[in-house]
């Protein structure tokens, strides 16, 4: 996979999963030493190869594809369940979030879900490096692999009834993000064990997007 900007690069390298880069010539990070095989391009042949918002700066990597989910495999911390979030934007934000407030694991759907391409490693800012994403054919199964374990699992809904101002999250707690513009599908919002809101001050705007609202609920849970 062909990735790009600086963040993104450096931090695969930093993981170890960089396997090439890609330098523009006379861009900032030129100078820069890596340990790794780097070829200076021209602008031309660099703007060919990467699209504008590279900053002069790509890389290579292997293929990031989701994993089997197994719950043996989930790491202590919070756990993030993404249902059916189809936008890159909004993906790679989502996961952005979820490494800045200490979550290791998150699980998607195998379908209906955005495939993990450089525009998503670019908006998570490489946090995609540091997560592990796992896959699973019926999210339900899921939730109830997590149950067993010890899980509380919340749904973020605009229509929640536990408040997320004050709230007070158990130690072992999975969120659910649901899609844009749809929310949480009602079959799984019935496995989870509540519903949380995030408190939007009447009269104006009523609705956030799915990665702000991810944020904010990461933080209140995670932070």
Not at 34 to 42: A, G, I, Q, R
Not at 105 to 128: L, Q
Not at 147 to 157: D, E, M, N, Q, R
């Amino acid at each position: 996979m062909l990735i790009y900007g600086r963040n993104p690069v450096f931090e695969a390298v930093k993981t170890g999963k960089a396997e090439r880069i890609f330098i523009r010539k006379g861009a900032v990070v030129y100078d820069k030493t890596f340990n790794l095989p780097v070829s200076v391009l021209s602008k031309g042949d660099f703007d060919a190869k990467f699209p504008k918002e590279a900053q002069g700066l790509g890389g290579e990597t292997a293929d990031i594809a989701p994993i089997d989910f197994d719950i043996n495999k989930i790491k202590s911390g919070g756990v993030v369940i993404l249902d059916r979030i189809q936008d890159p934007q909004n993906y790679g934000a989502i996961l952005r979030s979820a490494v800045c407030f200490g979550v290791q694991s998150v699980i998607t759907p195998r379908y209906n879900r955005a495939p993990i391409t450089p525009a998503v490693v670019k908006a998570s800012a490489g946090a995609v490096f540091y997560l592990d994403i796992f896959e699973i054919t019926n999210l339900r199964q899921a939730c109830a692999a997590l149950k067993i374990a010890g899980y509380t699992i919340l749904a973020a809904s605009s229509d929640g009834s536990i408040s997320l101002r004050g709230y007070l999250p158990p130690p072992k707690i999975a969120a659910i993000i649901g899609s844009e513009g749809r929310g949480v599908r009602q079959s799984l919002s019935e496995e989870a064990d509540g519903a949380l809101k995030i408190d939007i001050q009447e009269g104006k705007i009523d609705s956030l997007n799915a990665a702000q609202a991810a944020a904010i609920v990461f933080f209140a849970l995670f932070g």
